[in-house]
């Protein structure tokens, strides 16, 4: 590995049964990088994101973050050395306010338990800190709502933020745009675009305007195999990529 790299992926799989969701998968990520994945539906995208992420664990294979071998490692002590994921399949808690949601996963950043959270002082600053987070990622006015009474496009917002407010040092984002009209497709855009250089983001999308837009490195997976991973005017002219997915 290269001491540089923020995550690496060596020979990661994952199998269910018989079937191989992610064959042997190995990949580098630097920090700061604007990290695309792309590929068919059923490509092993979610899958490679669970093993990353820690909700599921993998068949084969060592993830390492900054150098340390995570890949053992449960989805909490992950989340504490700067891992955060938004799930293809919301993972909200749709009957507390968006506010509390952030504030819960903020409380996961802060480790200090309820305990800590009861210092007044201590809770206004996360507070204010949420209420920044919701009006950043264009929830200005529904903080005090209910999660479950927001659209399917202010869910994926709120999910973003619920995943900035750990202040992740790797941000995994599986399909943010899924379901979004194209005004709240181009705001998260913005908000992918504007998050701080240092952050590195690995980002799972099928809108490509978005991916081209805003990766400088796209990586192509197809039946579960690593395909490619360049630029993206290098993986845009690639003529396997170009049979196995955009189908031209
Ligand atoms: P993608 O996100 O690229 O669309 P997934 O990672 O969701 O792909 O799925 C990859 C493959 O693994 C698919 O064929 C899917 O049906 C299969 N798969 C995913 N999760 C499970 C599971 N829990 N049990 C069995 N097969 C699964
Ligand atoms: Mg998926």
């Given at each position: 590995?290269?001491?540089?790299?923020?995550?690496?992926?060596?020979?990661?799989?994952?199998?269910?049964?018989?079937?191989?969701?992610?064959?042997?998968v190995s990949l580098t990520?630097?920090?700061?990088?604007?990290?695309?994945?792309?590929?068919?539906?059923?490509?092993?995208?979610?899958?490679?994101?669970g093993l990353?992420?820690?909700?599921?664990?993998?068949?084969?294979?060592?993830?390492?973050?900054?150098?340390?071998?995570?890949?053992?490692?449960?989805?909490?002590?992950?989340?504490?050395?700067?891992?955060?994921?938004?799930?293809?399949?919301?993972?909200?808690?749709?009957?507390?306010?968006?506010?509390?949601?952030?504030?819960?996963?903020?409380?996961?950043r802060t480790g200090t338990g309820l305990g800590g959270w009861r210092k007044v002082s201590a809770r206004a600053a996360e507070i204010d800190r949420a209420r920044s987070l919701l009006d950043r990622v264009g929830l200005p006015d529904r903080?005090?709502?209910?999660?479950?009474?927001?659209?399917?496009?202010?869910?994926?917002?709120l999910e973003v933020a619920v995943a900035l407010a750990t202040e992740p040092?790797?941000?995994?984002?599986?399909?943010p745009a899924a379901g979004m009209s194209p005004a709240e497709t181009a705001?998260?855009?913005?908000?992918?675009a504007a998050l701080p250089a240092e952050m590195t983001v690995l980002l799972v999308e099928h809108d490509l305007d978005m991916v081209f837009e805003l990766a400088d490195t796209v990586t192509v997976l197809h039946l579960g195999r690593h395909l490619i991973t360049g630029t993206p005017d290098h993986v845009r002219a690639s003529a396997e990529v170009q049979r196995a997915y955009l189908g031209t």
């Open positions: 590995m290269n001491d540089l790299d923020l995550l690496e992926l060596r020979s990661v799989s994952r199998r269910f049964g018989s079937f191989t969701a992610v064959d042997e990520v630097r920090p700061g990088a604007r990290h695309a994945i792309i590929g068919p539906n059923g490509a092993g995208k979610s899958t490679l994101f990353i992420s820690g909700t599921r664990p993998v068949s084969g294979g060592t993830i390492l973050l900054d150098g340390q071998d995570v890949t053992r490692l449960p989805v909490h002590r992950r989340v504490g050395l700067g891992t955060a994921a938004t799930f293809q399949h919301s993972s909200l808690f749709l009957r507390e306010t968006v506010l509390e949601n952030v504030l819960l996963a903020a409380l996961l903080h005090d709502l209910m999660a479950g009474a927001l659209s399917h496009g202010e869910r994926r917002q040092r790797l941000l995994l984002l599986d399909e705001r998260l855009t913005e908000l992918i």
